[in-house]
């Protein structure tokens, strides 16, 4: 299973399915990282955390345990 998080920058991914429970889920949801939405990784913090995201048109920076819960291909 590919994460969000195993994403290199430059690269665009695919959400395939969102993993997760509750408000956790709900608030990933929220932001637009939605089953079938395009994502692509503009760059990422030196020590890893956050990420910062291109999604539906608009930046979105999400911290590694968020990503490690979107699956992607």
């Known amino acids: 299973m590919k ?3 195993d994403v290199k920058v430059g690269e665009t991914a695919t ?3 969102l ?3 509750g408000a956790t889920k709900r608030r ?3 932001m637009g990282l939605t089953k ?3 994502i692509f990784v503009r760059k990422v913090a030196p020590l890893g955390d956050p990420m910062e995201l291109n999604v539906r048109g608009y930046e979105l920076s999400v911290r590694k345990g968020d ?5 992607v291909n």
């Open 67 to 71: 990503a490690e819960m979107i699956e």
């Open 36 to 38: 079938g939405a395009e």
């Open 3 to 5: 994460t969000l998080k």
């Open 19 to 21: 993993h997760g429970e």
């Open 28 to 30: 990933i949801m929220d």
């Open 15 to 17: 959400i395939v399915k």
